[in-house]
């Protein structure tokens, strides 16, 4: 099995629709990123975790929220979506913040 | 703020060949790791090579090797005797953020084709 799993693999949703992307990992690692994959763009990060009861905003935090419920998963969330949040999304997992494993990612359209 | 830059957008080469990826960096940091990542038309994203800025010796990975140039803030990938399963973006990666934050920083990637 995969040590980073990243549900739904592929999503297709409206404006204005509220959507959660999760992810869980069975690595163990103390630290929970999500990034976001535009096309021609390098990942860019939204949101990262230190530990469950800490959770730091990224560059590009607008318009999305997160939750750590327990130091395997690390939700990310879309309040109401918007057409320009269409894009590639993963999940990263680290120990210490060094080396990052990714999950598979979560291609997302918004119509 | 720190930056990755990748001034390829695209690069082809033939099978067998040797082919180099650039990538320079901007940080503050004095302590620092640099990264190769590859991701395929499957979109994962693998870990092909890390540097640690305070070791002066280049990282080696099988085919591959970087050569990394700290005072330039340079860190090259180079790809010796390349096979069509080296068909990928290549993203150079910095991290951490500095001042306390975490997180990678990465260059807008390289589309490399190996030609048969």
């Known amino acids: 099995d995969a040590d980073v799993t990243q549900t739904p693999r592929n999503r297709i949703t409206k404006t204005g629709k509220r959507i959660m992307l999760e992810c869980s990992q069975t690595?163990?690692?103390?630290?929970m990123y999500w990034y976001r994959q535009d096309p021609g763009l390098g990942l860019q990060l939204i949101y990262y975790?230190?530990?469950?009861?800490?959770?730091n905003k990224g560059e590009i935090s607008d318009g999305y929220s997160v939750s750590r419920q327990a130091q395997a998963k690390f939700s990310l969330s879309l309040e109401s979506a918007i057409p320009n949040q269409t894009a590639l999304y993963f999940c990263?997992?680290?120990?210490?913040?060094?080396?990052?494993?990714f999950g598979p990612g979560t291609r997302l359209t918004v119509l | 703020a720190q930056t990755v830059t990748q001034s390829q957008p695209e690069m082809s080469v033939q099978e067998a060949e040797t082919v180099t990826l650039s990538c320079t960096y901007d940080?503050?940091?004095?302590?620092?790791?640099l990264f190769w990542y590859k991701q395929p038309p499957s979109r994962q994203m693998i870990l092909v090579i890390r540097?640690?800025?305070?070791?002066?010796q280049n990282a080696t990975e099988n085919r591959f090797s970087v050569n990394f140039q700290k005072a330039a803030k340079s860190f090259s990938l180079k790809i010796s005797d390349s096979q069509l399963g080296d068909t990928a973006m290549y993203f150079c990666?910095?991290?951490?953020?500095?001042?306390?934050?975490?997180?990678?920083?990465f260059g807008k990637g390289t589309h490399l084709i190996i030609q048969p």
């Open positions: 990263a997992t680290s120990e210490g913040g060094i080396e990052q494993f």
């Open positions: 690595k163990g690692h103390d630290r």
């Open positions: 975790s230190f530990d469950v009861k800490d959770i």
């Open positions: 940080t503050s940091e004095s302590n620092y790791y």
């Open positions: 540097q640690e800025a305070y070791k002066q």
């Open positions: 990666a910095l991290g951490p953020s500095g001042g306390g934050a975490d997180g990678l920083t």
